[in-house]
């Protein structure tokens, strides 16, 4: 017989060892809406609401919207909301079902659903993460994309709306015409200043659309921007079938986080605000010192150890970091090319804010792949390597090592194009051009960085035609794509700079 799956009636008979909702989920109001309801946010923003409902201090239900796969009624919608938040270290775990979300809705056929709980007045806190992608935003710039499909199709239909922009915009023209109630729309993406692309891509949007909706959104829309960080990967049917084995029910809406978490808000707000800082989070007036280091630093990591990983052969980010080169690498490229470009950080010393992150990515318990960070890179790059990469530039520091870490990005791109054998799946924006460009160039590493660096949606033409980073990226590329890729990081990580730039034999 099958488990019995996680409900409200299952509450009272749940085992000792899994924590529970602390409140009464009956008497709790729709206040929050969230677009884009995946695995962090029922790792991180569900669960500081949850902290805070149990301080009995508000009684501000989440309102989760999908607008995008997957749908949630079959899971969370299904278990009225609950769901069971793992926190795994090494051999430790531990549960807690999360009861902050009150409803679900899906919006993925048409936006009307998602359109009638953004205008409604109960809310007045939307928070979001779309992945990267989802701003619809120029990643060199910012600017939204006024070619990009769905924005095309947004900007000829405002009414029926698909993309974030697009929806945020009509729900701001809905509200200013039923209710006026103010509203902070707060971004949880791992965006460069998040809050500026969010209010970017929504006022382009709004002043399209004419008449007084632009003033409005001026005079009664906050975009703060946030830092948020937590690991948090995809969850998995061994993580699904873990929690049925150790606690006895079925969950579909299981997620499996760190233990480490951190929410940096700024103070611009508009209507009520769920008192998050009461429960962990910070409000602080400018959040771009942190935002830097944790891109910089943290995503840096990742985004590094995923493309070398996944040419160096290891699947998880914890395997990549238990190779003694990898580990050398990034710690030497954070250190000496990273940490340069930081401004100093209230509270946080930044070298053990670097052993810290380190740490956290040894963690056997979280199984974040190499192929899931290394998902739309496109979209990453700019924030975790580039825009350090450009500090160094300007103060002429050396660029060696982060500029493996690009490399490493067109490679594994590269690599998953037919000429070079599709040596794996892909998922980036870009990346139909590049294996496009692969396919017409081939092996030829300088030809190859000329095409990859002219597209100026990812690199900025200004950075693209500095001759050290190109000669960098050139080298750095080859030695990837060579027959052994990891004998060119270690060389890199030992050699003094100009054997860096040397030209390793490549593959055929
Ligand atoms: P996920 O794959 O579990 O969920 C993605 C969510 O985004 C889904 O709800 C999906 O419907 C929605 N979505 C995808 N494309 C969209 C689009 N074009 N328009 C609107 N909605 C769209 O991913 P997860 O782990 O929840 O991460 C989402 C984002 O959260 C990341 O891209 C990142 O910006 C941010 N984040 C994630 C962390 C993590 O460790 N997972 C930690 C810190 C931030
Ligand atoms: C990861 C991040 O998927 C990715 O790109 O690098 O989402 C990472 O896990 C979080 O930012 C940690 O807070």
Redesign the pocket.
Known sequence: MSAEKLSPALLGRLPSEVRKPAYDRAALKPGIAHIGVGA?HRCHQAEYTDDLLAKDFDRWGLVGINIRPPLLAGTLGRQSGLYTRLIRQNDEVEARVIGSIVRVVDSQDSAAPALDVLASADIQMVTMTVTEKGYCHIPSSGALDLDHPDIVHDLANPETPRSVPGILARALELRMARQGRPVTLLSCD?IPANGIILSNVVRTFAERRGGKLADWIEANVAFPAAM?????PATTEADIDAVEQRFGYRDGAVVVGERFRQWVIENRFAGRVPRWDLVGATFVDDVTPFEHL?MRV??GA??TLSYLGVLGGFEHTFETMANPLLARFVRRMLTEETLPTLTPVPGIQPAAYVEQSLSRLTNTAIR?RNH??A?DGSQ?IVQRLLNPIRDRLAKGGDIALLSVAVAGWMAYLIKASARFGRAWQVSDPFADKIAAIADRIGTDSKALVDSILAIDAIFDPALAANATFRAHIIAGLGGLLSNDPMGFVGQVCAGPTDARLKQPTRSA
């Open positions: 962090f791992n948020v960080d937590r690991i948090v944790k943290l995503n990742q985004t974040h899931q960070i998902t990453k």
